[in-house]
């Protein structure tokens, strides 16, 4: 059974940081590319953050570069979105997933595969 259970969401003041996991089980994830997408009340879901199987390629969308850092480990099944300056426009339901094909594009949701149900963060002013 295939399972990706986000943590690390909460509430956190302007300027502060969080770091997000995201535990793989069920599948082989060390063949899987690596996903963060987030969901804001009232908005359609956005890319955030991606990295490829083996660790040595990360993609970001443009407001979170500088702030955000996607890493993975493989031994550990594990996928992490460190989160820092934080800002309230990044309030949102945050949701890993995996995308068995190593080939971009790697912005889209429509590319993967398996989906977490996601963890919220909530940045106050």
């Known amino acids: 059974q295939v399972q990706l259970v986000e943590s690390g969401g909460g509430l956190v003041q302007a300027g502060g940081s969080l770091r997000l996991s995201c535990a793989a089980s069920?599948?082989?994830?060390?063949?899987?590319?690596m996903g963060w997408f987030r969901q804001a009340p009232g908005k359609e879901r956005e890319f955030v953050a991606a990295i490829n199987r083996s660790g040595d390629a990360t993609y970001y969308t443009d407001s979170v570069k500088g702030r955000f850092t996607i890493s993975r480990d493989n031994a550990k099944n594990t996928v992490y979105l460190l989160m820092n300056s934080l800002k309230p426009g990044d309030t949102a339901v945050y949701s890993c997933?995996?995308?068995?094909?190593?080939?971009?594009?790697?912005?889209?949701?429509?590319?993967?595969?398996?989906w977490g149900q996601g963890t919220q963060v909530t940045v106050s002013s």
């Open positions: 997933a995996a995308k068995y094909s190593h080939l971009p594009p790697y912005d889209s949701s429509s590319f993967y595969d398996y």
């Open positions: 069920g599948f082989t994830f060390s063949r899987y590319g």
